[in-house]
């Protein structure tokens, strides 16, 4: 995995604009906003993953098309990561801040290492993509993204793919 340069300075001690991914269509939608928003401000772009294992098999990922192989689970993020950023600098080959933005890898649950992250990096911003799910599902599960809005001490905005209600 390609680790981004960040070249830029901020100001004070504010730390850029954080992005978690899942590589979902949503996060896609996120990262478009927090680059379009960071080259605006001229800010520097910061894009997290949080890699998260699977009770089944734990430190792997079952790799469909690959003989039924068990891959680490860094490793597969780490090829996913790249193509997923890949896209999207082809996607918005403009913005100077997702050409220099950061990439930055953990492992852990979701929600806790986000909220690591936010302390170490202190961000002036989180932007997250989020489904919007409702419903059961919602209440019993909770969603990611409402868990940060209740927790995150930076300012948190929360991006939905276009034409979700």
Known sequence: MNKAKSSKSTKSNVGGILVPVDFSP???EAVAF???LADRLKERLMILHV?????E???YYRVEGRTEMLLRLEDVAGEMFDAFLTN???????SPALKEA???MVRGLPVTRILEVVGRVN???VV???AGRTGLSQVLLGSKAEHLVRLCPAPLTIVKRKGQK
């Not at 999207?88 to 403009?94: A, D, G, Q, T």
Request: hydrophobic content about 30%; charged content about 25%; cysteine-free.
């Open 26 to 28: 949503t996060s896609e």
């Open 34 to 36: 927090g680059a379009d």
């Open 51 to 55: 890699v998260h294992d699977p009770g």
């Open 57 to 59: 098999a734990p430190g």
């Open 88 to 94: 999207m600098k082809e996607r918005i080959p403009n």
């Open 102 to 104: 950061d990439q930055l």
């Open 123 to 125: 961000p002036m911003m």
């Open 128 to 130: 997250m993509g989020s």
